[in-house]
């Protein structure tokens, strides 16, 4: 078969000219992509021996390698791992199918200046294409484990790359850089010293469950004899698992480095959870609340759950099992003593001891939410921001939980341009004779705040909580009242008010509908088409009038809600 010749798809193309021209200033993190998708090639190919006894693959000594060859100025990193197929290196290395790397590169075209795009690269993982940072042609050599025929792939990153069938590629995938001669005369930036190989393997690659190897000439160097048998190759990684350790032996940073390896963001996480439960069944848990929602986080297809491991053993990504559905944000790694390694997702799904992880996996993390709540407001507020709309699908969900979802919600209100109350403290600081927790719901702020509903309550004082997001419709009902008072919706049903902050008498509201009874009579007849009902009101100070749904009809948002979910 000959050589092909391709063109990158458009956003790929986008994303090489910022890796070419690396307006992103940390170049080192190329090497934690590339070790990261050879130690992801590892673990699927464990597993795919695991599942398939009749694969036709070597298990027998999984690793990464790292070779330096000065003369010829490359760095390879190579894995002995799954490896690639031909039409799947096309699909995979020349087009970005990582939703995060779209997203990555919608929010780079608003950018628009420098400044915006370096910390934008700085954010997202761009994984396989940041070699082009450092390298002026990358070359990749693959071969599918169970397949004959290998595939080498290369390009210079200027819009084409080539494909060509080879007959002697061993098993998995090899990445040679051609490290950019610029580069050379800056000690920083030198990648082939061995001496910044190793400390770069050692920041960002510590943790990796698999051996990095450091081999070739270069790898004996820095050790003590010179002039010696070429050493053993050295293993640059210490494999220790992070979620095994105590949580003081353990730096921020490498819980950091932990969270992007599994997790494919950039970012630091706003917060990591550690769980280390004994006894009859025994796991360990590593979670992590990112510090951005992810654009797809209410779309059918987001790809929810932890990593789950079986006694440091990789055996699944995206267990869903293991949080429920209005945890998804949350990412980490679950190690479990007493599972079998052939464990299927149907077989997790009603796994008692799973359920019982789910548990305390869900308490542990929204007790960490509390004490951010409590420690830390500036960093609630992030969390809150970014995570408030889906954990209170919590209150339709889960009801063992709750109050300690109630405990950590907070809630725009009429008191406060920018406050954000609890229901509890909204309930402490409410009048005795309030009856309930008036809230409003709607599509925005603005649109509500300035309805005339909310007319009468602010002329009178009371506070009312501006519900805008759309779930808010449904957990009200559900939860349905806090510390004896009912949740009631302003804008629904009849509100009496009575004497609160009220001035008129109940004389003087007698005489008022007699004087106007001829009149509503007059507007229930005209209005007939559309209203049930005109009726004197207490609501409202300024508008003249105002339309209020009945007490069990859908709210307009409520309708837009179903509406939107084709019901
Ligand atoms: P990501 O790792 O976030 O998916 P990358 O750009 O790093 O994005 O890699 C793209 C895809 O290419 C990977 O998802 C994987 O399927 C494939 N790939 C990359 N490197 C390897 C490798 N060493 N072995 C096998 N597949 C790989
Ligand atoms: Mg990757």
Redesign the pocket.
């Known amino acids: 078969m000959p050589t092909e010749t391709f063109e990158f798809q458009v956003e790929a193309r986008q994303l090489l000219q910022l890796m070419i021209h690396s307006i992103y200033s940390n170049k080192d993190v190329f090497l934690r992509?590339?070790v990261?998708?050879?130690s992801?090639?590892l673990d699927?190919l464990r597993l795919a021996a695991l599942r398939d006894d009749a694969l036709d693959a070597d298990v027998s000594d999984l690793h990464i390698e790292l070779e330096i060859d000065r003369e010829a100025r490359t760095l390879t990193v190579r894995?002995n791992?799954?490896?690639?197929s031909y039409d799947?290196v096309g699909q995979?290395?020349g087009t970005i199918?990582?939703s995060?790397?779209a997203e990555f590169l919608r929010e780079l075209r608003e950018a628009k200046d420098a400044a915006g795009a370096e910390g934008l690269i700085g954010q997202f993982?761009?994984?396989?294409?940041s070699g082009f940072m450092v390298a002026d042609e990358v070359t990749l050599v693959?071969r599918r484990a169970g397949e004959t025929k290998g595939t080498r792939w290369s390009s210079r990153g200027e819009g084409t790359y080539t494909l060509q069938e080879v007959d002697d590629a061993p098993q998995?995938?090899s990445?040679t850089l051609h490290l950019k001669p610029a580069d050379s005369d800056n000690q920083l930036h030198d990648y082939t010293s061995v001496w910044k190989i190793k400390e770069i393997v050692k920041r960002y690659s510590d943790f990796i469950t698999w051996p990095v190897k450091l081999v070739g000439e270069a790898a004996g160097e820095g050790d003590a004899g010179e002039g010696d048998a070429p050493a053993e190759p050295e293993t640059l990684n210490s494999m220790k698992a992070l979620w095994a350790r105590s949580r003081d032996e353990v730096s921020e940073d490498e819980y950091h480095e932990l969270y992007k390896h599994i997790s494919?963001d950039w970012r630091d996480p706003l917060e990591t959870v550690q769980l280390q439960a004994e006894g009859t069944f025994e796991y360990q848990a590593l979670l992590f609340v990112p510090s951005h929602a992810p654009h797809d986080l209410f779309t059918q297809n987001f790809q929810r759950g932890l990593q789950l491991y079986v006694k440091r053993v990789f055996i699944m990504d995206d267990c869903e099992a293991l949080l429920p559905p209005y945890l998804r944000f949350v990412k980490g790694v679950v190690d479990a003593q007493d599972l079998s390694l052939n464990v299927s997702r149907e077989i997790l799904q009603q796994d008692r001891h799973i359920l019982m992880m789910q548990r305390r996996l869900t308490k542990k993390v929204l007790a960490s939410v509390k004490s951010m709540k409590a420690d830390d407001a500036e960093r609630y507020g992030t969390f809150w921001r970014e995570f408030g709309a889906v954990l209170k699908e919590g209150l339709v969900t889960d009801s063992d939980n709750r109050d300690a979802l109630l405990a950590v919600s907070s809630f725009a209100t009429t008191h406060g341009e920018d406050e954000q109350v609890t229901l509890e403290q909204y309930a402490q600081r409410m009048p005795d004779e309030q009856e309930a927790v008036y809230y409003i719901t709607g599509e925005s702020r603005q649109s509500i705040d300035n309805s005339p509903h909310v007319e009468a309550f602010r002329e009178r004082g009371i506070e009312v909580l501006l519900l805008t997001d759309p779930v808010d419709e449904v957990w009200v009902d559900v939860v349905g009242e806090f510390q004896g008072k009912r949740l009631q919706s302003i804008a629904k049903g009849e509100i009496d008010l009575g004497a609160q902050g009220d001035e008129k008498s109940e004389g003087e509201r007698e005489k008022q509908a007699e004087e106007f009874a001829g009149l509503l009579g007059w507007m229930t007849e005209q209005l007939a088409e559309d209203v049930k009902e005109v009726r004197l009101s207490s609501r409202l100070t300024v508008s003249p009038a105002c339309i209020v749904a009945d007490a069990d009809d859908l709210t307009p948002a409520l309708e837009n809600m179903y509406r939107a979910m084709g019901q």
């Open positions: 992509e590339l990261s998708n050879a992801d090639a699927k894995d791992g799954i490896g690639m799947e995979l290395i199918a990582n995060g790397t993982g761009v994984g396989f294409y693959t998995g995938t990445v494919h």
